[in-house]
């Protein structure tokens, strides 16, 4: 059984410049969740999401936005992309987290982001 | 708000000895408590969590933390650390009977093992 896989595994862009990040979700798993992690930094939630609506979201701007897809797949666009948005992005998924189960988050290995 | 306070950035040990890592936490009743590892280039792995029931819990690797109320603090130990636990900690807490599964993390800990 895979676990979370997340694509690419590096990506240098430049600021202005819009970039998407790729997480498919461990078999059986229905709810994705998206952190950043800043160098030093332990991750901060960005948003989760489940039945392709995002149900919550932490304190990132709109510049940060997310798809959901009918095979749980998710995608994690930035927009306007700044020096401070570097960092490695995680995702991860769950098993069905509406039925508030506290169900163990597993994590991909992260998408490196550098922003020149 | 929530949050986790990690007081310890980097903590060295020799093989072999004990280990003890330090978490608080702020939550306004017992939130969910996690601790993870992560290794370079590696997702992060929990390691235990504890809900409810029994203070002391058993995790994965030999691992162990204690839920203390009255200090709001979730330390992790280990009796006898192999030089493969070399990584970084981070302490976490969630939302208790909740279907949103956020998460708020640790600054963390970088263990780092002595020959």
């Known amino acids: 059984d895979a676990g979370v896989t997340q694509s690419p595994t590096h990506l240098i862009k430049t600021r202005g410049q819009q970039v998407t990040l790729r997480c498919s979700p461990k078999?059986?798993?229905?709810?994705v969740s998206w952190y950043q992690q800043a160098l030093g930094q332990g991750p901060q939630f960005i948003f989760q999401y489940y039945e392709e609506e995002e149900r919550q979201r932490g304190n990132f701007p709109d510049r940060f936005s997310g798809h959901q897809f009918p095979n749980y797949s998710s995608e994690l666009n930035v927009n306007a992309l700044l020096l401070g948005d570097s960092a490695l992005y995680l995702c991860?998924?769950?098993?069905?987290?509406?039925?508030?189960?506290?169900?163990?988050?597993?994590f991909g290995p992260g998408t490196r982001l550098t922003v020149l | 708000a929530q949050s986790v306070t990690q007081p310890d950035i980097h903590i060295t040990v020799s093989e072999g000895a004990s280990l003890e890592l330090r978490c608080n936490y702020s939550?306004?009743?017992?939130?969910?408590l996690f601790w993870y590892v992560q290794s370079p280039g590696q997702g992060l792995q929990l390691l235990l969590k504890?809900?409810?029931?029994?203070?002391l819990v058993q995790g994965i690797k030999g691992f162990e933390a204690e839920f203390k109320r009255s200090q709001s603090s979730f330390n992790l130990r280990k009796p006898s650390v192999h030089w493969s636990d070399a990584a970084e900690y981070f302490c976490?807490?969630?939302?208790?009977?909740?279907?949103?599964?956020?998460?708020?993390f640790g600054s963390g800990t970088r263990l780092s093992i002595r020959p």
């Open positions: 939550y306004g009743a017992t939130p969910y």
């Open positions: 504890y809900f409810s029931g029994d203070t």
């Open positions: 078999s059986g798993h229905d709810t």
């Open positions: 991860a998924s769950i098993w069905r987290s509406r039925l508030a189960l506290g169900n163990e988050q597993f």
């Open positions: 976490a807490v969630g939302e208790p009977y909740s279907s949103a599964s956020k998460i708020i």
